[in-house]
């Protein structure tokens, strides 16, 4: 009697598979139409997981998700490397019932990722390309020695106070704190209430160095300004009155490739620059700006304006006419920062000089 064969083919079915990331190990959830979910946890391993896939599911067309964090990019790679359709969400948008609030696990956030997925009601942020990374690295590098060395700023400036120390005539405005004649007051004229210095002088050691590191990320920021990939937008960017050396590379390494904004709204969404707004029934709350979006640019963007208002005309009769209205100061910037976004991604999309109004 001839055994009939029943080998497993998936060919032609999507297979949809929630992945909840740890440092060591995986909690994988497969989902399947028509209600079937398996759930196993595994070694922190795309080669693994696929083979698990070929295994269990041979034939397949294999979509994977996973909630953006610690590992970055570098699962999704791997994953679209092996032929894994791969996105990495956000993780406040996943779709969450409250049983799956008060009953959190790994297995749990897996499924949910899987279910979700196979529902078609998750949207993929934006993965970054591979050269992009370490070019958005080195001005992230620099925003981190800026908030170390502004924190060793304030630690001086509180030692001083404790001890009772009183500036000089020369240095009574805070824009002269911090020049060399301030540090060279620091390092030889200032007396505390102790015989000795010793937390002063590391302190201001401290921050030499970092000014000095900054020095040098600054120098090689210039030089990535100046290569190929990055040098027409460059100079096209810093032809935007306010928008600077340093603005411009943040906005094209953060940005990598601006045709992944379909209009300017996306674009300002992606900066936090529209406004954030909650109805229900008759009541309707609409607020300057939503708390998401990219935080390191939307500042930027903000302090920019400040600057482009005193040279750009339309501009500044725009932020006039909104403070004439009763609009304070600190808000009607950020309607002129929305303005300054839709200009950014009009000379990016355009690869065009800008000219002031």
Known sequence: MRQ?????DFNGQNIFVGIDVHLKTWSVSVALPGGYLKT?????????????????YPNGTYHAVYES????????????ELGVDCIIVHAADVPTTQKEKVTKSDPTDSR??????????????????????DDRGLLRHRTMLLKLSSGIKSRIKHLLYNNGVSYPEEFAQKSKHWSRRFI??????????????????????????FRARILDVNRKIR??????????????????PGIGAIVSM????????????????????????????????????????????????GPKIIEASWITIKHDAELAGKFG?????????????????????????????????????
């Open 4 to 8: 009939q064969n029943y080998k497993k």
């Open 40 to 56: 196993h946890t595994q070694k922190a391993s795309a080669e693994e997981l696929f083979e698990h896939l070929k295994k269990n």
């Open 69 to 80: 964090g610690f590992s970055g990019y570098s699962t999704c790679y791997a994953l679209r």
């Open 112 to 133: 949910k990722l899987a279910r979700s997925l196979m529902n078609g009601e998750l949207d993929g942020i934006y993965v970054h390309s591979k050269n992009n990374l």
């Open 184 to 209: 060279s007051w620091l390092q030889h004229d200032v007396q505390l209430l102790s015989e000795t210095r010793v937390t002063l002088d590391l302190l201001i050691e401290e921050l030499l160095y």
């Open 223 to 240: 030089a990535l300004a100046e290569a190929d990939r990055y040098r027409e937008q460059y100079e096209n960017l810093i032809s935007i």
């Open 250 to 297: 943040c906005l094209l390494t953060e940005i990598d490739d601006v045709w992944r904004f379909s209009n300017q709204r996306q674009f300002a969404s992606f900066l936090g620059l529209v406004p954030i707004m909650q109805a229900s029934g008759d009541n309707c709350y609409i607020g300057e700006k939503t708390f998401r979006g990219n935080k390191i640019l």
């Open 321 to 357: 006419s909104l403070c004439d209205k009763g609009m304070k100061r600190n808000k009607a910037i950020v309607r002129i920062a929305r303005k300054l976004s839709n200009i950014i991604f009009t000379i990016l999309r355009e690869n065009r000089r800008y000219v002031c109004r």
